[in-house]
């Protein structure tokens, strides 16, 4: 299935209100496409870019899309040192600043915890999915995606985040208590 047939599907609204479901192999949404692409750019025949190569203005159509965090491997320590506004806008507040364990997040704070930590472990990119479902009807997809930076090209210290936001539903909100998330990383 190419990937333009594959974000087709994801885009698909079905009968319920909900996005019709995705089959197939996970291919990559354009945005993390992009990040990725750009990431790779930035490598220069590294393992992965320091914080330094990444320059907003290059990517200016995806900061909204963007979290830059800071990570620590002993104690495992995630703080969320950037924000982008549609990144805010799912957690219903600004997260730059906050840690991983001060987000209330309905997701598994575990499943985070382990993707921050093979992308320490294994400087590279790490990608996913996170649904939000109210019964059988999917109301809200992000494809996302963790890129590894490093200040001294040796350990990963800090990270490039995508989060690409899909609604299936235009009265669904993410605070809806009554929607389950489940967050699933790519192998």
Known sequence: MSAGKLQQLLMERSNDGGLAPASGTPALAPRVRQLRDYWESKQRGRVMPARADIDPSEIKPLLPYLIIADLSADPLRVRFRLAG???????GFNVAGCWLEELELSADIGFWRAQYGRLIAAPAP???????????VELFRSE????????????VDQCLEIEDWTKGSPTARFDDDSIAWRAVAFE
């Open 85 to 91: 506004t549609k990144v805010c806008e799912a957690f």
């Open 126 to 136: 790490v990608y996913g999915r996170t649904t939000g479902m109210r019964g059988p």
């Open 144 to 155: 996302w995606a963790m890129f590894p930076l490093s200040s001294d090209g040796l350990r």
